[in-house]
């Protein structure tokens, strides 16, 4: 059985572009969760997704966004690129929603210049 | 933001060791606490995890103890061998939503 898919791996992009990450959950897997991971803050929450609609949000300001497709494929965005932005960005799938067990992709590393 | 406490920020113990991470959080309406192990390069990997209504869990060498009343768990590693080198992260989620990760321990194992 695949295991969650995160594309593109590693992307460098300057300041004030946009960005758009995707995320391929495990098969019979609708639930689908963005983490942003950085050496200072660990792994915070950005936000879920079930059945295609955002359930949960993190405190993350609006310039970060996603979506669900029907097949439960998610992308997320972040526009107007900063500096601090610079992180690995990771998906997680999940059976169903509320659950707590996540099964995360490899990431995608963002770094911003 | 950070609801979840998590001590020491790297840790290192020789072979057989036993390693200990804590944790600490401060909504007691969390009600799933698990550990994730992560590798250079890879996703965080769930290990074991616990709910509230024991105080211990042991999975193969990985133990979790649980102190409800101090709102602290911690991550034990039995007989630890250099492949346990890695991050761990304690999280703690409230009707399993909103995963809320600790900082992450950095372990590393001598041989």
Same mark, same amino acid.
């Given at each position: 059985?695949? +295991?969650?898919?995160?594309?593109?791996?590693?992307?460098?992009?300057?300041?004030?572009?946009?960005?758009?990450?995707?995320?391929?959950?495990?098969? +019979?897997?609708?639930?689908?969760?963005?983490?942003?991971?950085?050496? +200072?803050?660990?792994?915070?929450?950005?936000?879920?997704?079930?059945?295609?609609?955002?359930?949960?949000? %993190?405190?993350?300001?609006?310039?970060?966004? %996603?979506?669900?497709?029907?097949?439960?494929?998610?992308?997320?965005?972040?526009?107007?690129?900063?500096?601090?932005?610079?992180?690995?960005?990771?998906?997680?799938?999940?059976?169903?929603?509320?659950? +707590?067990?996540?099964?995360? %992709?490899?990431?995608?590393?963002?770094?911003?210049? | 933001?950070?609801?979840?406490?998590?001590?020491?920020?790297?840790?290192?113990?020789?072979?057989?060791?036993?390693?200990?991470?804590?944790? =600490?959080?401060?909504?007691?309406? *969390?009600?799933?606490?698990?550990?994730?192990?992560?590798? @250079?390069?890879?996703? @965080? =990997?769930?290990?074991?995890?616990?709910? @509230?209504?024991?105080?211990?869990?042991?999975?193969?060498? *990985?133990?979790?103890?649980?102190?409800?009343? =101090?709102?602290?768990?911690?991550?034990?590693?039995?007989?630890?061998?250099?492949?346990?080198? =890695?991050?761990? *992260?304690?999280?703690?989620?409230?009707?399993?939503?909103?995963?809320?990760?600790?900082?992450?321990?950095?372990?590393?194992?001598?041989?």
């Amino acid at each position: 059985k695949a +295991g969650v898919t995160q594309t593109p791996r590693y992307l460098i992009k300057t300041r004030g572009q946009q960005v758009t990450l995707s995320c391929s959950p495990i098969s +019979g897997h609708r639930s689908v969760s963005w983490y942003q991971q950085t050496p +200072g803050q660990g792994l915070q929450f950005l936000f879920e997704y079930f059945s295609e609609t955002q359930r949960n949000k %993190g405190n993350f300001p609006g310039r970060f966004s %996603g979506r669900q497709f029907s097949n439960s494929r998610s992308e997320m965005n972040v526009s107007t690129l900063e500096l601090g932005d610079s992180a690995l960005y990771l998906c997680a799938s999940s059976l169903q929603y509320p659950t +707590g067990e996540l099964f995360f %992709g490899e990431g995608s590393r963002l770094t911003v210049l | 933001q950070q609801q979840v406490k998590q001590s020491p920020q790297s840790l290192i113990v020789q072979k057989g060791g036993i390693p200990i991470i804590n944790c =600490a959080y401060e909504n007691t309406a *969390f009600d799933y606490f698990p550990w994730y192990q992560q590798f @250079p390069g890879k996703g @965080p =990997a769930l290990l074991i995890a616990i709910r @509230p209504d024991v105080s211990e869990k042991k999975e193969g060498r *990985f133990t979790i103890s649980f102190n409800k009343s =101090a709102k602290q768990f911690s991550l034990h590693i039995m007989d630890s061998q250099p492949g346990d080198s =890695a991050t761990y *992260f304690c999280a703690a989620s409230r009707d399993n939503n909103d995963m809320r990760f600790g900082a992450g321990t950095r372990l590393t194992v001598k041989p």
